[in-house]
């Protein structure tokens, strides 16, 4: 934070070029409270020949809302996609570095990329519901995760369509869209509204009990009112869950997240701390020049 | 560079151009107060009262201007300390506009008996001070800022002499309505001072950010 300097005494000019020494070109200053739910160190990717995230190392907290701005070709989505190993799946991806997440190595053999998946989910850009009623579309990943239990006696029992509900009717809530819904669960989900859309995504995401949310600009591409209540159910999300976000609306980062890394061109982490400290006072003279529109 | 940024850049340079006028007009007010301690025209006293009106008006331009800037343009980072920083300075200005005038009719129904020589001191520090402010705020440099720390305790020290004076020419049987007016005008222009120091904090914050305390 600021520092408070009462009535400064002695060489002031001595204490005022102190002052201008300390804008720096980078900052990453973020102390986690306790264990960070995802700790990434000297992480590198390249696309072919291409750079796309350079030496990057920063700490997550759990439970809260990191927001991740940067010009467009900055590596930020890379870098989200580097956190449930989504970039595994392009060919030319190169990784090197390290991701820990809860202390536990990702980037090694024998990790299970699908419990990964589980715990680490993910909301696109552009919402993409499955061409199936509301109820399949939360329902499918527990269903296929073995959540619900598929043998005889289960289903006899009604244990199975009981527990079916419950998991639907949590998640729904959870993603604020069980009161616009509820009356038509078996519809088709594209015959929703985009904002409900996104937040079916969103449902069908916390379905599987994630522990952490990835967010590709989940905002993006809907109306305010849409926008407004994505990001009201960001905020009540980080009550439980640790949120990462990538944005390129300032002012969603400002609202919604509790700390802010600002990528800059090259796949640099140029600076990383509280998002109030940010938007309020970077200490990068590059971050300053791009959160206010001067730069690039 | 695109049409809204010209725009945003417009705005800003339109409110830190009424704030120098701001500052312009307390000074201007400021140094009118002395004629008038002095030896009261109506002409001074008028010129202070228009002063104060014209700082009220061109206040509300400077917060209807940050007001559209943050509304149009959201500012963050040096625009918003600038933004949040301009409507808090434009007020302080204001504010000592409305010290001249209290002192301008202080001044008009004063019982003439000679003033203290430490208030016309207190007077020349004091528009030190608002030059000092003005330079800094044209061009955006705060190192001087500190030497107002330094004016402002003399123009404390000279405040508790001409206090001291009066007093004691008060307990000597000088007339009390005079001198206590006097005593006003004086603990004025020592309020004036810190209001002074408070713009210049703010200057340091609008420039680099760090929350500082001249005083």
């Known amino acids: 934070m600021n520092d408070i300097e009462l009535n400064i005494e002695g060489n002031n000019e001595t204490a005022e070029r102190k002052r201008n020494e300390e804008v720096k070109d980078e900052w990453i200053n973020y102390d986690v409270d306790g264990d960070p739910k995802i700790s ?31 010009p ?8 989200l996609r580097c956190i449930n190993r989504m970039n595994d799946r392009i060919r030319n991806a190169k990784i090197d570095g390290s991701i820990r997440f809860d202390g536990t190595e990702i980037y090694q053999n024998n990790l299970n990329l699908v419990e990964l998946r589980r715990k680490v989910g993910m909301v696109f850009q552009n919402p993409n519901p499955f061409p199936k009623s509301i109820r399949d579309n939360v329902l499918y990943a527990p269903r296929k995760h073995g959540y619900i239990e598929k043998n005889f006696l289960e289903k006899i029992l009604g244990r199975t369509k009981q527990k079916e509900k419950n998991i639907l009717e949590k998640s729904l809530k959870q993603a604020a869209l069980w009161d616009e819904v509820k009356n038509r669960l078996d519809d088709n989900a594209l015959g929703l509204s985009g904002g409900q859309q996104q937040r079916l995504c969103i449902a069908r995401c916390l379905a599987v009990d994630p522990e952490v949310i990835l967010m590709d600009e989940p905002a993006s591409s809907l109306d305010p009112i849409a926008t407004s209540k994505i990001e009201d159910l960001i905020v009540s999300l980080s009550n439980n869950y640790t949120v990462i976000v990538v944005t390129h609306n300032m002012q969603q980062a400002a609202r ?4 802010t890394a600002v990528f800059l061109t090259g796949g640099e982490l140029v600076e990383y701390d509280e998002t109030t400290k940010i938007f309020e006072n970077p200490e990068s003279k590059r971050v300053e020049d791009y959160i206010t529109g001067r730069f690039g | 560079m695109v049409k809204g940024e010209i725009k945003f850049e417009e705005r800003l340079n339109k409110v830190k151009k009424d704030v120098l006028e701001m500052s312009n007009l307390s000074k201007k007010s400021i140094s009118s107060t002395n004629n008038l301690i002095n030896e009261f025209s109506e002409e001074k006293f008028n010129e202070v009262l228009e002063i104060e009106e014209k700082s009220n008006i061109l206040n509300l331009d400077v917060e209807n201007g940050c007001m559209e ?40 129904e004063r019982k003439k008996i000679n003033p203290p020589k430490n208030i016309e001191k207190m007077q020349k520090k004091l528009v030190k001070m608002l030059e000092l402010l003005e330079k800094s705020l044209k061009e955006e440099k705060t190192e001087k800022l500190w030497e107002l720390s330094d004016i402002d305790d003399e123009i404390d020290k000279l405040f508790d002499s001409v206090h001291n004076e009066l007093e004691k020419g008060m307990k000597k049987g000088e007339s009390i309505k005079p001198s206590t007016d006097l005593l006003f005008i004086a603990r004025y222009l020592e309020r004036a001072g810190d209001i002074t120091c408070k713009i210049g904090s703010r200057i340091i914050y609008m420039k680099k950010g760090k929350r500082v305390r001249i005083k």
Request: proline share 2%.
């Open chain 1, 40 to 70: 990434v160190s000297n992480l590198n990717v390249w696309y072919g020949e291409e750079r796309a995230i350079k030496d990057i190392s920063i700490d997550i907290p759990k439970k809260s809302v990191t927001a991740i701005i940067g």
């Open chain 1, 72 to 79: 467009s070709g900055c590596g930020k989505s890379t870098f």
């Open chain 1, 256 to 259: 919604i997240s509790d700390q």
């Open chain 2, 69 to 108: 800037l943050t509304a149009l343009h959201q500012p963050v980072a040096r625009d918003l300390r600038f933004t949040a920083s301009m409507m808090k300075i434009s007020d302080n200005y204001e504010r000592i506009c409305d010290l001249a005038e209290k002192i301008a009719y202080l001044s008009k």
